[in-house]
């Protein structure tokens, strides 16, 4: 490797700056919860159930968490039962629901934008003959309560309704759903997870029946979620066993999250006082967006009717899984519109129903700010885009779960496989490959075969040989230049679908340029 070339490596310094951006996904657990947490963990190790004074204190500890949940939503302390998360919360609402009414009455409404803990439960009871219609929402994401006064008849005995979106924000009228509900006899489950301390709570106010919510997303810690009933509404439980939460959810109370659950709902009010600055932090992001490409497309509606601190963007022609991979190098965690980033490959349907193309969900990033973020997170993050969309960006590592069939089959990618021979016997390569025969730190040879107009995707088998050809193209002024994170061993065993359908397909071996 020529001397000049080794200055690509000051590249392989991490940028140290760290801006969070995900908060839909979840929060950090702040101070006060972590040290109330600490204190059960330490000191409060007695079975709520039991009857001894160490007990009888986890016990008290248990109701005053409830009545601290109740308060920061509007309910009463005993319409509130703890559960392991929101996804918990959710199945055992739509199973309850279904178990009183169904077969008597068989018809559930749904928005097509809620959460999978919903629409996955609901698809499941499909198959058990319960009728699932989905009403569907506007160009903004609001539920069409013209369509679900026509939908909603006498056989309707449930409407679920989340009512801030994670993904693009939009806040639904839940009082007016709940009115329409309650006018045909029918319930409402609330998928309420998004609103505390962004959005007032007032479930008493709103009328609904049943409302899902999780600590982690308001800075209190994961694995503890909470369940509304309305005083009256049916509900059996979903799990059997021992009489805790009054018999209506078994299993021995986690102390220490219940009491952080309790604790983070303390600061709801802090947050909601919080919410403008979080607001105006979102318009200073919308604008710096579109000075950096003017053609940026807002999926979140107006403010109005949209959560303080999410922003759902399309940027036209910029593969989201790039854009993530390159703002993760550079510190900053978002998430994407589609739900490739968890290794599903489908396009988000939150943004399929607010009827944008699949193509333009792959394209969509989703920025959600927190009580922490300041000016200079959003001025950085702007930064790091403008740099990756003008091709100024170092070596972008893209995870092995987002190397999916639109960046395999991508015209504009060029797939450069470095492996050494034996790898290359032993397991086949990603599809339409470009393949260096022998091995070497540098592609010198091959430069004239490596396009400069697409972004290449260098590969090899664990992600540190590539790491360094990378680097050693983007010093020799190749613009796009993406590393395979973790290499081909990660992605077979990321994505063994994949692999299996397509691996070893239209490979071709680069003949060293002097040759030609
Ligand atoms: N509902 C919504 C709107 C969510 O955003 C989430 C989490 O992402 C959930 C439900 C599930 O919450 P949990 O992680 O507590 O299961």
Redesign the pocket.
């Known amino acids: 490797m020529e001397i000049e070339n080794l200055a690509f490596l000051k590249h392989f310094f991490r940028f140290n700056r760290r801006v969070y951006l995900d908060h839909?996904?979840?929060t950090p657990v702040s101070r006060r919860v972590q040290r109330e947490m600490t204190r059960v963990l330490t000191s409060h190790y007695g079975n709520p159930s039991s009857l001894y004074g160490i007990a009888r204190k986890s016990a008290e500890m248990v109701e005053k968490a409830r009545r601290q949940v109740a308060g920061a939503v509007g309910a009463d302390a005993a319409e509130i039962i703890f559960t392991s998360?929101?996804?918990?919360s959710?199945n055992a609402v739509v199973h309850a629901a279904s178990a009183h009414f169904f077969p008597g009455r068989k018809k559930i409404i749904t928005t097509p934008i809620?959460?999978p803990?919903?629409l996955n439960t609901l698809a499941h009871l499909q198959t058990r003959g319960v009728v699932v219609e989905v009403c569907p929402v506007d160009g903004r994401g609001r539920l069409r309560l013209d369509e679900l006064e026509r939908q909603i008849d006498a056989d309707t005995f449930l409407v679920c309704c989340?009512v801030?979106?994670?993904e693009t924000g939009v806040i639904q009228d839940i009082r007016a759903v709940a009115e329409i509900a309650q006018r045909h006899g029918a319930l409402v489950l609330a998928?309420c997870?998004?609103a505390p301390g962004k959005i007032p709570v007032d479930l008493h106010g709103w009328g609904v029946d049943y409302a899902?919510f999780?600590a982690?997303?308001l800075y209190g810690p994961?694995g503890i979620?909470a369940l509304y009933v309305k005083q009256g509404s049916p509900f059996e439980p979903l799990l059997h066993g021992g009489h805790q939460e009054g018999g209506l959810r078994a299993g021995t109370e986690s102390l220490h999250n219940i009491v952080g659950f309790g604790a983070a709902c303390q600061d709801v009010k802090t947050l909601l006082a919080h919410a403008p600055e979080t607001r105006a932090l979102r318009r200073r992001l919308i604008e710096r967006l579109k000075q950096a490409k003017p053609d940026c497309v807002i999926n979140s509606p107006e403010e109005a009717e949209c959560l303080p601190n999410t922003l759902s963007v399309t940027f036209p022609g910029v593969e989201n899984a790039e854009l993530m991979a390159m703002l993760d190098f550079r510190g900053v965690a978002v998430s994407a519109g589609s739900a490739c980033s968890t290794g599903d490959d489908a396009p988000s349907h939150v943004l399929q129903a607010l009827g944008i193309s699949a193509q333009a969900a792959r394209q969509t990033i989703r920025f959600s700010l927190g009580r922490d973020n300041t000016a200079a997170d959003i001025d950085y993050t702007v930064r790091v885009i403008r740099d990756t969309l003008a091709g100024r960006t170092p070596v972008v590592n893209m995870g092995p779960a987002l190397v999916n069939e639109s960046i395999l089959f991508d015209e504009g990618t060029f797939i450069l496989d470095v492996r050494p021979p034996d790898d290359r016997r032993r397991y086949k390569g990603l599809p339409n490959a470009h393949e260096v025969p022998g091995f070497s730190l540098t592609v010198e040879k091959y430069l004239k075969q490596i396009p400069r107009d697409k972004r290449i995707l260098v590969v090899c088998p664990g992600g540190g040989l590539s790491v360094m050809v990378s680097y050693y193209l983007k010093a020799k002024g190749y613009p796009r230049v993406t590393n395979l994170r973790g290499g081909l061993d990660a992605w077979r065993a990321r994505r063994g679908d994949l692999y299996q359908k397509y691996a070893g397909q239209n490979i071709q071996m680069l003949e060293p340029d002097e040759a030609g």
Do not use: Y
Request: charged share 20%; net charge negative; proline share 0%.
């Open positions: 839909n996904a979840t998360c929101a996804t918990e959710n809620e959460h803990s919903v989340i801030a979106n994670n998928d997870v998004q899902a999780s982690h997303k994961k979620g």
